[in-house]
Every structure is written in structure tokens, then in C-alpha cells.
């Protein structure tokens, strides 16, 4: 029996990722993609499980996967990113969760960083708002890290979505250029002055290495905990200098 449940993914050249997240809900009633116009095989490939594939200029995450709950028809949908798996005892608790009185579920998030586990440093259980009420559910108009609102009853799921994200340094700073600039717009437009852009390009990065290796003890996922830590903190300075860099330059 197919699971009654719209799966709704974006994509943008992800022939490495989409087979094994599409293979993970090939038994869920629905699945719609919103394609950027990708150049290798990931539309060949989703179209051996679905036939409702859209194709829209890149406008953004939040459009895009927007759009995608849009092109849904179920009254439950699930927001899959391509690098993520649904597991059988994943699929087993949707089944019985969206019988029960809420309006969406938060899943903890199984993130793994150059082929591990990270269980440490901020990124266990990464709970995030996927599997919702169609007619209650929204994504939040952001540049980057865009969320899922839902205006009703919340309630968390125990089985994660297996998040396969970073398979190598360079992909993290790949990735983190893209987001640094996404993230930069969107400090310019809560229009800063110049010394708070300043304080933070400081201040943050520090405050980020000691809150994910201290605080929550990255330390204990060995190197990887200590490489995460790094990344994130010279994240945290790029974003602020391309934001002074847009206003003050």
C-alpha cells in the first residue's frame, strides 16, 4: 500500500544525490520535483519514479521549494532535500503519525560529515519541520536556511531522515561561498551599522568554534568535530565581510 503523502523535492544537478533519495519514497503515493533546468542526467533519472517533474529558472530555496508544495495534490506533504534518505522505520511512523491530531512533525536529522555519524557538535538530533498539513504549511521567505512554518498543532517524530551532506571539504566550501552570500543579503536588509557588522565579523566566528566544540562538544567527534568547528566559524566571518563588503566597500 502506497503511503498516502505528497514528497515534494527541489533539484539543481544532483545526479550523485537523486536515486537514492527518490529510491527511499518510490513507495509514497506522490512525489513532484522542481527542477532548475539541470544539465546532467537528474530529470532522466527522476522520471523513472515520477511523472511530475517541473522545470523553473532558479528563484531562490524558499520559491523553489514553495512551488513545489504548490504542485502537490495530497493533504500530507513531506519536503525531501536530494542529499536525504526516509528509512522503513522512518516511513512506518509517518503512517502512524499523520492519523493522529497535529498539523506537523519535526524529524531529527542523522547528519553525516565525510562518510560519519556526526553526533556531536550541534548537528544530533538537527530537528527540522518536514512532514505537514498542506492547507497549514508555508516556507518562510529567506535567502538561505529557509523553514517550513505551520500555522497549528506541532508535535516530533523519533525516526531520523539520514542526512548525507558534506562528502568532502570541498564540497563544504563550495556550498559555504553559496551560503555566505545568500546569508550577507540577508544581514544587509535588516539594514546594520557598520560597528555591528564589525563587532560580529569579530566576535562570531569565535563564539562559533567554542559553541560547537565546547559547548556541544564536538570534541568528542574526534578530527571531523574539529574540521566542522573550523568551517563553520570562517562561515560565520565570510558571511559578515561580504555583508560589509555589499554595504561599505
Not at 527522476?46 to 504542485?71: H, P, V
Not at 535567502?143 to 498543532?153: N, P, Q
Request: glycine share 4%; net charge positive; hydrophobic share 40%.
Amino acid at each position: 500500500m502506497k503511503i498516502p503523502v505528497s514528497v515534494a523535492i527541489i533539484t539543481k544537478n544532483e545526479e550523485k544525490n537523486i536515486r537514492d533519495a527518490l529510491e527511499s519514497v518510490k513507495d509514497f503515493e506522490e512525489i513532484v520535483v522542481v527542477d532548475s533546468f539541470s544539465e546532467d542526467r537528474t530529470v532522466q533519472i527522476c522520471r523513472e519514479y515520477t511523472e511530475k517533474i517541473f522545470q523553473r529558472e532558479w528563484m531562490g530555496f524558499s520559491n523553489q521549494k514553495q512551488l513545489a508544495i504548490d504542485k502537490t495534490t495530497l493533504a500530507w506533504v513531506l519536503v525531501l532535500d536530494a542529499d536525504e534518505r526516509v528509512t522503513e522505520s522512518l516511513k512506518k511512523e509517518i503512517m502512524e503519525k499523520i492519523k493522529e491530531d497535529n498539523d506537523g512533525y519535526f524529524i531529527p536529522r542523522k547528519n553525516f560529515f565525510l562518510g560519519k555519524w556526526i553526533r556531536h557538535s550541534g548537528w544530533w538530533p538537527d530537528y527540522t519541520l518536514r512532514l505537514f498539513k498542506k492547507d497549514k504549511g508555508k516556507i518562510q521567505k529567506r535567502e538561505v536556511h529557509e523553514k517550513i512554518l505551520v500555522g497549528g498543532k506541532t508535535g516530533y517524530l523519533k525516526e531520523p531522515l539520514l542526512h548525507y551532506t558534506y562528502y568532502s571539504i570541498d564540497d563544504f566550501v563550495r556550498k559555504m561561498k553559496s551560503y555566505a552570500c545568500l546569508a550577507a543579503e540577508e544581514i544587509v536588509k535588516s539594514n546594520p551599522s557598520q560597528y555591528k557588522i564589525i563587532f560580529r565579523m569579530i566576535f562570531s566566528p569565535l563564539f562559533t568554534f567554542f559553541k560547537m566544540y565546547i559547548l556541544r562538544a564536538g570534541f568528542l567527534d574526534g578530527l571531523r568535530g574539529l574540521i566542522l568547528a573550523v568551517l563553520y566559524s570562517f562561515y560565520s566571518f565570510l558571511k559578515y565581510a561580504r555583508a560589509w563588503e555589499k554595504l561599505w566597500k
